[in-house]
């Protein structure tokens, strides 16, 4: 149990596009999504907080408008790209945290596989 | 500003033998502290966590150490095996592991036969 999806697992764009990635919680309810970037041989960078039903927390330096997320349902998150550029070019992970109740731990940070983000 | 260092980016192992990897925090609010390990182009797996309120959490192979006084922690792992080669990143919240995380840069540990 307790499996997180990101799709794409990789997607190559133009410069200028946008690039929406998807993040599921394929067994279990997410109260609360959260959304990182890798970029190579670095951390796992916090960009942003998502809950069910109200709108995203960025953390610091990180552009609300570039990086929209979407946090529609229980078990959907999408961050979409906007405008990308070669800069943004990056691994993007996101992670979820289950609901209450439903049998699995609920201070858990279940991660998803990433998605590959190469801008041209 | 990094507030979860890991200070080698790498560390080489012969198998059979104890692997130790270690971690610093700067942030006094940090009261949950876990291990990941991740392949290239993979989500990170959790390994084992620690509270503060705890010195020492056991889980198999893979046991960690936290030091509050000194805002420390490590992760040995014993025996080590040629499967532990990875990236291994520490990662530290004000609250358990359902609060955001800050990770560090990691460490790339090779397992050698």
């Known amino acids: 149990g307790a499996v997180v999806s990101q799709h794409p697992s990789w997607v190559i764009c133009k410069s200028g596009t946008s690039v929406k990635i998807e993040c599921r919680s394929l067994?279990?309810?997410?109260?609360?999504m959260f959304w990182y970037r890798q970029f190579p041989k670095q951390s796992l960078m916090l960009m942003a907080t998502s809950n069910e039903g109200s709108k995203a927390t960025y953390e610091q330096g990180v552009e609300k408008d570039k990086f929209l997320i979407n946090h529609a349902s229980l078990t959907l998150s999408t961050l979409t790209v906007t405008s990308a550029h070669p800069e943004d070019s990056s691994f993007y992970i996101c992670?979820?945290?289950?609901?209450?109740?439903?049998?699995?731990?609920?201070?858990?940070?279940?991660f998803g596989p990433g998605t590959r983000l190469t801008v041209l | 500003d990094q507030q979860v260092k890991q200070n080698s980016p790498s560390l080489s192992v012969q198998e059979g033998r104890i692997s130790i990897l270690n971690c610093d925090y700067t942030n006094s609010m940090f009261d949950y502290f876990l291990w990941y390990k991740k392949y290239p182009a993979e989500g990170p797996t959790f390994l084992i966590s620690?509270?503060?309120?705890?010195d020492k959490n056991e889980d198999g192979r893979f046991t960690v150490f936290l030091n509050k006084s000194a805002k420390h922690l490590s992760l040995h792992i014993v025996p080590s095996q040629p499967g532990d080669s990875a990236v291994y990143f520490c990662a530290a919240s004000a609250g358990n592991s359902g609060y955001a995380l800050n990770f560090g840069k990691g460490t790339s540990l090779l397992v050698t036969p």
């Open positions: 620690i509270s503060s309120i705890k």
């Open positions: 992670s979820a945290v289950a609901r209450s109740g439903l049998g699995i731990s609920t201070d858990t940070q279940y």
């Open positions: 067994d279990f309810q997410a109260t609360t």
